[in-house]
């Protein structure tokens, strides 16, 4: 298994350093912005939004007139960690305190959950009309509670929602509905809080009137892993199996590093029906099944003599499973679990710092998802020095029938490491080159490095810079959310990865924009212009670099006699890693953004990916990708169907859309297209009944 993506880091431990009154570097950003009513924080885990949110809520309860906070948590599990701090004594000038009867995210070991959660609403309103200051609370009683209170019940409070991405602009989301009825009556603060404010389905987290009301509060994955102490480097990768997946899962799984396994949801082409045979399965796979630990809940596995601690949350009988989320609320000790099998948990929230391994099995529609999943490894830990995601994916069959899911579900993933490539990059800032110089620009350099925050400057000839603040604030604070939409975007995603027909200047000037169009409806031609130059300087920088890492020739400047520079050998980490890598792209080129715009990004994504797919499977794969992508029209079917049966009565084979002879391919393309329209037209009838 060859990692798409492996990201060395300098272990500089600027993102741990107390930066006065206990805050850590993102923590002091985001209080900088106390006075602020609105207030949404984009960091990644680990970064300290949960203790951020304690500063600025004591401030506001102290110094704003704000008279309580409600912070509200996806899952119960999340509230823990907004349970009682201490922070006077690190310097602040209050702890945060949270009596444990305003703590609503404790258990219960009840069957009927609808009588808790309408037990918590009311406990809710009794909040309201107290004394006290703070409550934790899920999104649901929080949802619940405003269909059952007046919005005026929630004015002078501060209203914290941590997971923001599971708002949505949607009409229908009713958290968001929330967000906007408070937002419309102006009398509460808000903090919204999230490590990818992009959802799985694509649909904006937040109207752009409201989202314009918001100061934003930007940490990057970069930041926040360049600066731990003991992490040093972060690798994805992808590994195919054939048949039934736990045959093939001891192939990637390290019984010697913390992991945490996601098994696939069941009714998903990766799973097997039977989730719990399944982990029995996986239990076989690591070792010798040694019993239960009636204390703890854990199953005890033997391996090569080491006794490992393996919990499992796919399990359903409410006890067994209380004992091992009991257990996992205490993984302060290293040794309190080596490893944990779950099923849609585990996820965002999830805090376990010694966990060096996230193993996924099946592909994962939401890209936001797979951020989460991530995170569960990117904890700093001492002696942690490397974390990975690996992702186990079902190899499409030659004989398959459903190739076409499957040729959607590789799609995925090359979105998936594209994104994630841009996410965990660090922040660029790109100017335009007006000097013949070679070296510098009106005193600045070609490039250039902030050793506080890692942004990148880099200098690009051509360039145009943002001309008005409303594309500054997109270009400082939503560019991450803007590759998001690109990366998702069907067409974008087949044409770009595999269509060889595709010019990257197509991509880059035509697809591209249409994207940035639609998100952002109130901006003209130029300005859309200026942003999809940024966009597409950092995606395509970023990945030419990346591609001198896997030995991958880069674009090159027909004017220019210099076609490559060598290989750093080291990847020793910081400017010997991914920042080398891009002052190499740079120094070698003087950039413009014609050149930026002849580079296709995906393409090397698939490219990768691809390498781990047999011939055989890979043709099939490239001939469903072919019948997505031509154009046929009925007429032009019905007449050459009789010549296909030809074909086939005359060669014992179907025509192949991937043949050098032209007419064969033709007629392989119309074959393909009308099998892929057989599938749809048997979709839609089956959703009609």
């Not at 590093?257 to 009714?267: D, F, N, Q, S």
């Not at 993984?331 to 490893?339: N, P």
């Not at 990865?497 to 130029?526: C, F, G, M, Q, W």
């Not at 990916?609 to 079917?637: C, F, H, N, P």
């Amino acid at each position: 298994m060859k990692d798409v993506i492996h990201v060395q880091y300098e272990q500089t431990g600027s993102s741990q350093v107390d930066k006065g009154m206990g805050m850590r570097a993102m923590q002091a950003r985001a209080y900088e912005k106390r006075d602020e009513q609105y207030i949404l924080v984009k960091a990644p885990p680990a970064s300290g939004k949960s203790r951020a949110l304690m500063f600025l809520g004591l401030h506001k309860l102290h110094n704003q007139g704000v008279k309580k906070v409600i912070v509200a948590v996806p899952e119960k599990t999340i509230g823990n960690s907004f349970r009682t701090t201490k922070l006077k004594k690190h310097g602040f000038f209050a702890d945060w305190n949270v009596n444990p009867d305003w703590n609503l995210c404790s258990d219960e070991a009840v069957s009927d959950q609808g009588a808790v959660l309408r037990g918590k609403v009311q406990r809710l309103g009794e909040f309201l009309k107290n004394d006290e200051q703070i409550l934790v609370c899920t999104h649901a009683t929080l949802r619940f509670a405003f269909d059952q209170f007046p919005v005026e019940n929630f004015d002078d409070c501060l209203i914290a929602v941590d997971e923001f991405h599971h708002v949505s602009a949607y009409e229908e989301n009713r958290l968001g509905e929330v967000v906007r009825e408070l937002i419309a009556r102006g009398k509460t603060h808000i903090i919204a809080m999230t490590g990818s404010y992009f959802r799985g389905d694509t649909v904006l987290v937040m109207r752009p009137e409201d989202e314009a009301k918001f100061v934003s509060v930007s940490y990057t994955y970069y930041e926040q892993l360049n600066g731990y102490k003991h992490l040093k480097s972060l690798g994805i990768g992808y590994h195919f199996y054939s048949g039934i997946y736990t045959k093939s899962i001891g192939e990637v799984l390290d019984t010697s590093k913390k992991t945490i396994i996601h098994i696939p949801h069941v009714g998903s082409s990766a799973s097997t029906g039977d989730k719990y045979r399944e982990v029995q399965d996986i239990f076989d796979a690591i070792g010798d099944y040694q019993g239960v630990d009636e204390k703890t809940g854990l199953h005890l596995i033997e391996k090569s003599g080491r006794l490992l601690r393996v919990a499992d949350l796919v399990e359903d009988s409410t006890d067994l499973r209380q004992r091992v989320q009991k257990t996992l609320r205490h993984l302060e000790d290293r040794d309190a679990v080596d490893i944990i099998i779950a099923l849609g948990m585990a996820k965002e929230g999830f805090d376990w710092i010694w966990c060096e391994h996230a193993l996924t099995v099946g592909y994962r529609s939401s890209l936001t998802e797979i951020i989460q999943i991530i995170g569960r490894a990117t904890r700093d830990a001492p002696g942690k020095t490397h974390a990975q995601f690996t992702n186990l994916l079902p190899e499409p069959e030659a004989t398959q029938g459903t190739v076409t899911e499957a040729v959607n579900d590789l799609l995925k993933a090359i979105s998936a490491s594209l994104l994630m490539q841009q996410v965990l990059a660090p922040k660029f800032k790109f100017f335009t080159k007006t000097s013949k110089d070679e070296d510098e620009d009106d005193g600045r350099p070609d490039f250039e490095v902030d050793d506080e925050t890692g942004e990148v400057r880099i200098a690009v000839r051509g360039l145009k810079e943002p001309s008005s603040d409303r594309v500054r604030q997109i270009v400082d604070e939503d560019i991450n959310e803007i590759i998001h939409d690109i990366c998702t975007d069907n067409d974008v995603a087949l044409h770009a990865s595999t269509n060889p027909d595709l010019e990257p200047e197509t991509l880059n000037r035509v697809l591209v924009p249409k994207v940035i169009e639609r998100r952002y409806a109130d901006l003209d031609d130029e300005q859309i212009e200026e942003v999809r130059q940024q966009i597409v300087a950092r995606m395509n920088i970023l990945d030419a670099a990346q591609r001198l890492d896997f030995d991958e020739p880069m674009p090159t400047d027909p004017d220019d006699d210099q076609t490559g520079v060598e290989k750093d050998p080291k990847k020793s980490g910081g400017e010997a890693g991914l920042l080398k890598l891009v002052r190499q792209f740079v120094n070698v080129r003087d950039l413009d953004i014609d050149l930026i715009d002849e580079i296709n990004a995906f393409q090397s994504a698939y490219e990768i990916l691809s390498r781990d797919l047999d011939a055989k499977t890979l043709a099939q794969v490239q001939t469903a990708i072919t019948g997505k992508m031509i154009q046929v029209t009925e007429e032009e079917a019905l007449r050459a169907w009789p010549r296909i049966m030809k074909f086939k009565d005359d060669n014992n084979r179907l025509p192949s859309a991937l043949a050098a002879n032209e007419i064969e391919k033709r007629l392989g393309e119309i074959y393909a297209w009308l099998m892929r329209k057989k599938r749809e037209m048997a979709a839609k009838a089956q959703g009609d009944q």
